[in-house]
């Protein structure tokens, strides 16, 4: 049995076939408590003289089953370097996601007071947009338009639902900023499949309908993966919460009298003490008592995948709601896995294609529902005993 086919795109010139000899997809993160990591692609090329350049957008592809071609990374070139064998030169290119430019850019002008959504967008400008110092060639060599220097802010949710204080310390390291005001805001940055940088608020990943999550069987889980961890170091039942105006400190005396003091200290950029206390309530909720997770990833063998499962894996990119069934009752008593994907790591090659998916458990992204986001619909045809603790696993 053979995967499916590959397509490698480097600056417009597609290498299919027998001169794809291997493609690495790192993206995401591996816990949902981490913001920001750049998605990588290192891809091998059997070639003699591939057009290459440091800065080439670098696209790869997978066929459906139909055929059709599915986006699974976009990025520009970083490095590339050839070694000689006997069957001839074998070319390895790495290219990187839209966040490692923002991790080279500085802001030198200060940030107005504003909601995380719209200051990520803003700050998005700032990351991805080309600069002119950035434009190869001549002046004389130019024709730019606007429509040319735009960012794509289609995946970043707006407004935002929490208040940031302004910035006036200057520079500051864009993505410094970026993660500060996701982090500031309970929501998660990623980068999309085509290359545009993504923001779920909090609310994203409890609004997503249970018909949407993506079911895998656990038949389609390499056994090694069902390994599970409970961590003191994830404990919190003392919450200080820096804002712009000083810090709140909230507690939980249930947690406390259970496990004794487990303090921490969550640095933001919120602007005022009511959205603060908010956000250590919510810091509680989620870490106040000792969870499970998975140890690490779960591994899909690809070449016995059904070819539908496929296809829906093509699409995965963080935040996906994922149902995964048959799962040992030393990790789930239920025997159901539900939670959201954090990361990926494709690795294709024509031996043995696999992919590693980063979930985190359901519980650790239900943070309370925010009055100004959850609006009159959910509530329509909720029983009047409903207590607020469990709106909002009733409600997802």
Do not use: H
Not at 285 to 310: C, F, I, V, Y
Request: some cysteine; hydrophobic content about 40%.
């Amino acid at each position: 049995m053979t995967f499916r086919d590959i397509t490698v795109s480097i600056a417009g010139t597609d290498y299919t076939a027998d001169a794809v000899d291997g493609v690495e997809v790192s993206m995401g993160t591996q816990t949902a408590f981490e913001q920001s990591v750049t998605g990588s692609c290192r891809v091998s090329l059997i070639t003699e003289s591939p057009d290459i350049a440091i800065g080439d957008e670098l696209v790869v592809k997978v066929d459906d089953q139909n055929g059709s071609p599915v986006t699974l990374f976009t990025g520009t070139v970083s490095t590339y370097a050839t070694l000689i064998f006997d069957f001839g030169p074998l070319w390895t290119i790495s290219a990187s996601g839209p966040l490692t430019r923002a991790g080279r850019r500085e802001r030198t002008s200060s940030l107005a007071a504003d909601t995380e959504g719209d200051r990520i967008a803003e700050l998005a400008q700032d990351a991805l947009a080309q600069q002119w110092r950035e434009t190869p060639g001549t002046w004389a060599a130019q024709t730019p338009t606007w429509a040319g220097y735009a960012v794509d802010t289609s995946q970043i949710d707006q407004p935002g639902l929490y208040d940031l204080a302004a910035v006036t310390e200057l520079p500051v390291n864009v993505l410094d900023e970026l993660a500060a005001a996701a982090f500031s805001g309970s929501g998660w940055l990623y980068e999309t499949r085509d290359g545009v940088l993504g923001y779920g608020d909090s609310t994203r990943r409890e609004n997503t309908p249970a018909a949407d999550y993506l079911t895998i069987p656990g038949s389609a889980v390499d056994r090694s993966s069902w390994q599970s961890f409970t961590d003191e170091g994830n404990l919190v039942n003392i919450a200080e919460v820096i804002y712009d105006g000083g810090s709140a400190t909230i507690d939980d005396a249930t947690s406390l009298a259970l496990y004794g003091r487990w303090d921490r200290s969550y640095d933001t950029r919120l602007a005022d003490v009511g959205d603060a206390v908010a956000y250590g309530a919510r810091r509680l909720e989620l870490e106040s008592a000792p969870r499970t997770n998975l140890a690490g990833p779960l591994t899909l063998d690809l070449l016995n995948t059904s070819d539908d499962l496929l296809d829906d894996l093509l699409t995965v990119e963080r935040n996906y709601g994922v149902n995964v069934q048959d799962v040992p009752t030393y990790i789930k008593p239920e025997g159901v896995y539900r939670g959201f994907v954090e990361g990926y790591l494709w690795l294709l090659n024509p031996i043995q294609p696999t992919l590693q998916l980063f979930v985190s458990d359901y519980s650790l992204s239900n943070f309370g529902l925010r009055w100004a986001a959850a609006g009159p619909t959910p509530w329509n045809g909720v029983g009047a005993s409903l207590t607020w603790q469990d709106a909002t696993e009733a409600l997802a």
